[in-house]
């Protein structure tokens, strides 16, 4: 089964609330951490929190991708 995310289906008007919120599961990281999240409209296959702590990351393929970027641009386009 296909898994979404409430931010995918937010800027696509799915229907549903989605699988998991991208930012519920990053603020349960620690810095430096990561955890497997597939969102099969993003493409993403795991949610990161940097060193830093301060930036949300996914990854796509085999690049890390900040995702406030990538939600803001999702909106703007929908």
């Given at each position: 089964?296909?898994?979404?995310?409430?931010?995918?289906?937010?800027?696509?008007?799915?229907?549903?609330?989605?699988?998991?919120?991208?930012?519920?599961?990053?603020?349960?990281?620690?810095?430096?951490?990561?955890?497997n999240?597939?969102?099969?409209?993003?493409?993403?296959?795991?949610?990161?929190?940097?060193?830093?702590?301060?930036?949300v990351?996914?990854?796509?393929?085999?690049?890390?991708?900040?995702?406030?970027?990538?939600?803001?641009?999702?909106?703007?386009?929908?």
């Open positions: 089964m296909a898994e979404f995310s409430k931010q995918y289906c937010e800027t696509t008007d799915m229907g549903f609330d989605g699988d998991f919120d991208v930012y519920e599961e990053w603020s349960k990281l620690k810095p430096g951490y990561a955890v999240y597939i969102c099969e409209g993003f493409g993403f296959t795991m949610i990161g929190k940097e060193e830093s702590g301060d930036r990351m996914v990854l796509v393929g085999d690049k890390w991708v900040d995702f406030d970027e990538m939600f803001l641009k999702a909106k703007s386009e929908a």
